[in-house]
């Protein structure tokens, strides 16, 4: 992965480095509120040195086919730590399949059913063929009912919220990810690990 394919975001993720100074903050970007979200999914190391945010959509096939590439450098790596924003703009069925992903968080099944939607393949996937891979997936379903329609206004919340983050960026598509200080799309093992490695460089340097 060339350091072409960065687009650099002027410090504005580099964690604890420089924030104040960041000219996006002035456009109302709430860089904490990007990085540190409470509700939102979370995985890798929780004091990890770089913090990768993942903007995802179930129906892109092109997140599925980034994803356990991801998972892999991020595994193997051990120093990061990975934000899930479910942004759910291509089908209805992206929203369908972002609920129940958000809803399974509530017992501990995020990654579950992130992982069995994310291997559905190919784009237009239904909210049929999601709920069956989530029926696979070993999350509790009586419960995951039951925390959709408890928890309904929470998960709408957070899908506005990333919503309204992804645009205060500028984002364009899925998938995006906010590594360090660097905005990026698609990416290789080869390529994570690179832009993980960069990151780590251009924080040391500041």
């Known amino acids: 992965m060339q350091r072409r394919h960065f687009l650099t975001l002027a410090g504005l993720l580099a964690v604890g480095m420089g924030l104040a100074g960041s000219p996006l903050?002035?456009?109302?970007?709430?860089?904490?509120?990007?990085?540190?979200?409470?509700?939102?999914?979370?995985?890798?190391?929780?004091?990890?040195d770089?913090?990768?945010?993942?903007?995802?959509?179930y129906n892109c096939p092109y997140c599925k086919k980034s994803a356990p590439d991801l998972e892999r450098a991020v595994r193997e790596d051990g120093r990061i730590r990975l934000v899930y924003k479910d942004w759910?703009?291509?089908?209805e069925a992206s929203v369908y399949g972002a609920q129940m992903a958000l809803a399974?968080?509530?017992?501990?099944?995020?990654?579950?059913?992130?992982?069995?939607?994310?291997?559905?393949?190919?784009?237009?996937?239904?909210?049929?063929?999601?709920?069956?891979?989530?029926?696979?997936?070993?999350?509790?379903?009586?419960?995951?009912?039951?925390?959709l329609q408890a928890h309904a206004k929470d998960i709408g919340t957070l899908l506005k919220r990333n919503?309204?983050?992804?645009?205060?960026?500028?984002?364009?598509?899925?998938?995006?990810?906010?590594?360090?200080?660097?905005?990026?799309?698609t990416l290789d093992y080869a390529g994570f690990k690179e832009a993980f490695a960069e990151a780590r460089r251009r924080q040391a340097a500041e």
């Open 163 to 185: 919503l309204a983050q992804a645009e205060s960026i500028g984002l364009q598509g899925t998938p995006t990810y906010l590594i360090g200080p660097f905005r990026t799309s």
């Open 88 to 91: 759910p703009i291509l089908t």
């Open 25 to 48: 903050l002035a456009q109302g970007v709430d860089v904490d509120a990007i990085l540190r979200d409470p509700a939102a999914p979370t995985a890798g190391n929780p004091k990890g």
């Open 104 to 147: 399974a968080k509530y017992q501990g099944g995020y990654d579950k059913v992130h992982h069995a939607l994310m291997a559905i393949p190919g784009r237009g996937v239904s909210e049929e063929q999601m709920l069956k891979a989530i029926q696979g997936s070993g999350i509790d379903l009586a419960r995951l009912d039951a925390d």
């Open 50 to 57: 770089v913090t990768v945010v993942a903007f995802l959509d």
